[in-house]
């Protein structure tokens, strides 16, 4: 993909009336904050940040976005007002003030000309279509996994950042964590010779079933407006009753908000292996599932176009902490995980060292690093719109071949199954109006 | 543990979704079935639905509550058979249910309502307007 479109941005406007100035008004009073002496950033230089739907994982990322000293998070977007005002304390803890705006619907933020980007960490419903119409709103975006509900909306939001010239950076944070890195430079470096088999852990079945429910919950009384917004929260997701279990987080296992254990990890571990073998611009070309009968152990049996094996499984990892990735070749294998402890084939030992788990923590701070440099350079961000979605849809196609329990043939280049229907048709979903792609 | 929503006389949603085409359109028909039943059988004939389930899935447009869920099926069911009940629904909704099948038609990419969405661009619903303008952008070929 290439890099984004270069524009006109907020801090280059900001920049160039800065050094007017300074010329032409240098008697005036400056605070040296606005100037970026006494330690701060010049707010030209500074990303400046918007929330929308910032719950559990969204304030993990939303701290190491405060912890930069470039960026300033200006104001919150949520359905539920005990979020709002969380985050909003959140900041205010930060920046020793109350500044930081609240809004109960999204196009209020995206009117904020002043806001360069937006940290997207709603439920996995809401991350396609808020991600797109942040983009068409002129800002850059930074949206938690998993990125889509669908192969269809995987492919609009590519297409839609690559049309727009915005960045997008995924929350796939292992791009960025260290010691996946390594074992990274250890396939690069030929040291295993030829890739055969690459492997990836999924959520495991007994906590995330590969299966979601139909189910809805009996209706509860519904909260006001002002409270939780229940139309909002639903956004393009079909209409259920409310009940309270949805907005406390347990939403995930129905099948109109999530995809399983599949899409729970899948995102993270099968984004990696498409990095590492160079595919990051397409999927597998087949898609065999096992283990349909019960939760786990649950796998999907891929193959890419060039002959590589994928093998997505949620068990028969060496215990090396969650989100297990193996790397597979002729001349020896790399296994790692969120622990950071590295483990190779007896051939390759010595080669490569753990990552001591505290570094091996710091994949966020590090993947919210660079996306604030995308946002700055307008370069691409390690996990782009582009590989994020190939990664999603070869997720999406795992999770419709396990649905069927049948083996599918896929079509990367057109995102078509070939031959089953039945799978065709489960690429999309329609959404509830108004909202759109 | 929640409680599950039912229907008393199809069940809960593992036995709707299991039904074959027939028992699904026997819902829609039912007026004596839930909301619930209506819903998940929409979305059980989004993948197994032909011909046979356009029509019952048509009727269910105009109901503010399960237009959604007929789109959800309506979309999904290939064929000059769903593209013209979503067409003909153009004149018989309003408001939000309009932008849906709007919506829809867009996601099919049915050339054949090029003239219809092309007149939706002019009214005086904005959002309408709007979602019509979204739809021809679908349609037109890339340059």
């Not at chain 1, 259920?240 to 995809?259: A, C, E, K, L, N």
């Not at chain 2, 809960?12 to 059988?41: C, N, W, Y």
Request: aromatic share 6%; net charge positive.
């Amino acid at each position: 993909m290439p890099d984004t479109k270069s524009r006109v941005t907020r801090r280059q406007i900001l920049k160039s009336s800065l050094r007017g100035t300074a010329l032409t008004a240098a008697p005036l009073f400056i605070p040296a904050s606005a100037l970026g002496l006494g330690g701060t950033v010049a707010p030209s230089d500074r990303v400046t940040l918007g929330g929308l739907g910032i719950g559990n994982r969204g304030a993990t990322v939303l701290q190491a976005f405060l912890n930069q000293p470039d960026v300033q998070f200006l104001a919150i977007c949520d359905v539920r007002d005990e979020r709002r005002e969380a985050i909003k304390s959140m900041a205010g803890q930060k920046y020793g003030n109350r500044g930081c705006a609240m809004y109960s619907e999204q196009e209020e933020l995206w009117a904020r000309k002043d806001i360069d980007a937006v940290l997207i960490a709603t439920g996995d419903r809401w991350h396609t279509p808020l991600a797109i119409m942040t983009a068409k709103a002129g800002k850059d975006v930074y949206c938690e996994k998993p990125c889509s509900m669908t192969i269809a909306e995987s492919r609009a939001l590519a297409d839609t950042f690559q049309r727009l010239g915005r960045v997008y950076q995924a929350g796939t944070q292992r791009r960025n964590g260290p010691n996946f890195m390594r074992a990274f430079d250890l396939v690069r470096s030929g040291k295993l010779g030829k890739l055969t088999t690459l492997h990836a852990e999924l959520g495991p079945g007994e906590r995330w079933a590969p299966l979601t429910s139909h189910a809805w919950l009996a209706a509860e009384k519904e909260p006001s407006k002002q409270v939780v917004d229940w139309n909002r929260w639903l956004g393009p997701a079909p209409w259920r009753p409310y009940h309270p279990d949805y907005i406390q987080g347990r939403w995930r296992g129905y099948f109109d908000f999530h995809g399983g254990g599949i899409l729970e990890w899948g995102p993270h571990t099968v984004d990696l292996c498409q990095w590492v073998a160079g595919l990051d611009e397409t999927a597998p070309v087949e898609f065999d599932p096992q283990g349909m009968g019960g939760l786990t152990p649950y796998s999907i049996a891929c193959r890419y176009a060039n002959g590589l094996r994928l093998v997505m499984r949620d068990k028969g990892f060496l215990g090396l902490g969650s989100c297990h990735i193996r790397w597979e070749g002729d001349a020896g294998w790399v296994e790692t995980a969120d622990s950071g402890r590295i483990a190779v084939s007896g051939n390759l030992r010595g080669q490569v060292a753990d990552v001591a788990q505290e570094d091996a923590r710091k994949s966020t701070a590090n993947h919210v690093r660079n996306f604030v440099d995308s946002v700055k350079s307008r370069k691409q961000a390690s996990s782009n719109a582009l590989a994020a979605a190939q990664a999603h849809i070869a997720c999406h196609a795992a999770h419709i071949a396990f649905q069927l329990g049948r083996k599918l043939t896929f079509d990367p280049a057109a995102d078509l199954f070939v031959g089953d229907e039945e799978a065709n048709r489960m690429r999309s979903r329609a959404m509830r109006e108004p909202w759109r792609t | 543990m929640a409680t599950l929503t039912t229907d008393l006389k199809y069940g809960g949603a593992p036995e709707i979704v299991a039904l074959p085409q027939t028992k699904l359109i026997e819902i829609l028909h039912d007026r004596a079935a839930s909301m619930f039943a209506k819903a998940k059988a929409c979305q059980r004939l989004a993948v197994i639905g032909d011909g046979a389930a356009v029509e019952p899935l048509a009727s269910l447009l105009t109901d503010a509550q399960l237009s959604h869920y007929a789109r959800f099926g309506l979309e999904a069911i290939p064929g000059a058979q769903a593209a013209a009940v979503l067409e003909a629904a153009l004149s018989k909704t309003s408001g939000p249910l309009l932008v849906g099948v709007t919506n829809s038609i867009g996601v099919r990419k049915d050339r054949n309502a090029l003239g219809p969405l092309a007149r939706l661009r002019s009214h005086p619903d904005a959002e309408v307007a709007k979602a019509a303008e979204a739809a021809l952008a679908r349609l037109r070929p890339p340059l």
